[in-house]
């Protein structure tokens, strides 16, 4: 089955200026329907890259969210480098135009050449409805653009999964557990943490050292991740050996 990757993108991100909150909270979107997230980039306004990167993503089957710069000022290149990794004119898309139209009358403004450029996707795009300001999004194949506002990007990759993927939610529960091994060593824990996913093939071992600090000693996070059946036969093999080996642990 196709994975799925983030692509947040904007230069305000990049240097630093703006704390991307994007990524946190597509885990937390995904999780929620039983998903989980394989990857995530970052990448600056730069058309040409994006360009480069959007090849790569799509010829890689993923399912992919790409936040940011589908505006239509001067830093805005989303739209034309999906069209040209694509292939693809830019086209003006009729429900996007509607809804540009439907919004300005709303505001009392006047649609010009400019705002219409919004609506300017890959032909062939559907589109994927904005439910504040009505300035859609889109949809090409399984890569969906939306802006980088989080108020408008979140909600509507919410609509994306519960329109188009709620066949894939929960078919793979997944459950987690760890301890904390006081003064622990991964080097001495390697032997077990490969025992524990050869014997448990549904799941991942993790370890997260801590070097420690004024407040805390030095520690390693030690767990499983996957196949809610077996995370308890395994952390209980993981206490055992862990206690054998003469570390002290405490539940995580």
Known sequence: ???????????????????????ARIVDILAARGLKLDWA???????????????????SGDIVFSCGGIGNTPD????????????????????????IRARYAETGREVTPY??????FP??????????????????????????FPQMAWPMIEWVLDTQYADRFNHNPVADAAILVWDGLESVQTPLMIRIESEYPGLKVFSLPFLGSAE?????????????????????????????????????
């Open 1 to 23: 089955m196709s994975g799925i990757g983030a692509l947040i993108i904007g230069d305000e991100i990049i240097l630093g200026r703006r704390q991307d909150k994007h990524f």
């Open 41 to 59: 980039l970052y990448a600056g306004d730069d058309r040409g890259r994006l360009v480069e990167t959007l090849r790569r993503t799509l010829a």
């Open 76 to 99: 805005d290149h989303t739209r034309q480098a999906a069209a040209a990794a694509l292939g693809l004119p830019l086209e003006l898309h009729a429900d996007a135009e509607r809804e």
């Open 115 to 120: 705002a219409l450029d919004m609506g300017r």
């Open 123 to 148: 032909a062939g795009s559907r589109i994927i409805p904005n439910p504040v300001n009505r300035i859609a999004g889109f949809s090409h194949g399984d890569h969906h653009f939306v802006p980088g």
């Open 216 to 252: 805390r000693r030095r520690h390693i996070e030690l767990g499983v991740r996957g196949d809610p059946e077996q995370v308890p036969p395994a952390m209980e093999l993981m206490r055992r050996e862990v206690g054998a080996l003469g570390y002290e642990f405490s539940e995580k």
